[in-house]
T-cell receptor
Framework: GESVGLHLPTLSVQEGDNSIINCAYSNSASDYFIWYKQESGKGPQFIIDIRSNMDKRQGQRVTVLLNKTVKHLSLQIAATQPGDSAVYFCAEIVTSNDYKLSFGAGTTVTVRA | NAGVTQTPKFRVLKTGQSMTLLCAQDMNHEYMYWYRQDPGMGLRLIHYSVGEGTTAKGEVPDGYNVSRLKKQNFLLGLESAAPSQTSVYFC????????????FGPGTRLLVL
């Protein structure tokens, strides 16, 4: 069954504000997490990843936080832009299980002008 | 470098018909995956392959078969299509163990009437 889920199915953000997308997971054996962005009509696109031995990782305008104590990860997008409108998925991997991804249902982010 | 490509982009089938979806990657990746995406359910793994000549079942394998005769290609077959197989199908690939990021194709939209 699905062990990765997102707290909210939709998120509306004012352009220029910061966005926070949350994800909870239940498999304590998960040791690698990925955030994907999917625009309408396209395949998922890799945004950022984090290993379970880390609690924070930063990319360009994005930061992923991992809290293993409560099995929670979040994606923060700084200065949200119209091009950030998309569905965001978190995915987990148990590397001992053939590196198969388990996806959450996704959060649809809409950026208001 | 085209990445991951999928053929066809869109197809309509009648119940009971068969078809094959083709996935090709030019990144010399060992691992390849087939997912289906349905509204509100994220992506679910159908079958995957950890190398040429190998295949394995994912989360929802029933009604599908796969083959990996060449490293760069991963075929998904529907022997007798059913309306429940109406979905968007995504192929993905990743390199050998140690680099887990999966790269996705643009998807194939399948409608079974």
């Amino acid at each position: 069954g699905e062990s990765v889920g997102l707290h909210l199915p939709t998120l509306s953000v004012q352009e220029g504000d910061n966005s926070i997308i949350n994800c909870a997971y239940s498999n304590s054996a998960s040791d690698y997490f990925i955030w994907y962005k999917q625009e309408s009509g396209k395949g998922p696109q890799f945004i950022i990843d984090i290993r379970s031995n880390m609690d924070k990782r930063q990319g360009q305008r994005v930061t992923v936080l991992l809290n293993k104590t409560v099995k929670h990860l979040s994606l923060q997008i700084a200065a949200t832009q119209p091009g950030d409108s998309a569905v965001y998925f978190c995915a987990e991997i148990v590397t001992s299980n053939d590196y198969k991804l388990s996806f959450g249902a996704g959060t649809t982010v809409t950026v208001r002008a | 470098n085209a990445g991951v490509t999928q053929t066809p982009k869109f197809r309509v089938l009648k119940t009971g018909q068969s078809m094959t979806l083709l996935c090709a990657q030019d990144m010399n990746h060992e691992y390849m995956y087939w997912y289906r995406q349905d509204p509100g359910m994220g992506l679910r793994l159908i079958h995957y392959s950890v190398g040429e000549g190998t295949t394995a079942k994912g989360e929802v394998p029933d009604g599908y078969n796969v083959s990996r005769l060449k490293k760069q290609n991963f075929l998904l077959g529907l022997e007798s299509a059913a309306p429940s197989q109406t979905s968007v199908y995504f192929c993905a690939s990743s390199s050998n163990r140690g680099q887990e990021t999966q790269y996705f194709g643009p998807g194939t939209r399948l409608l079974v009437l």
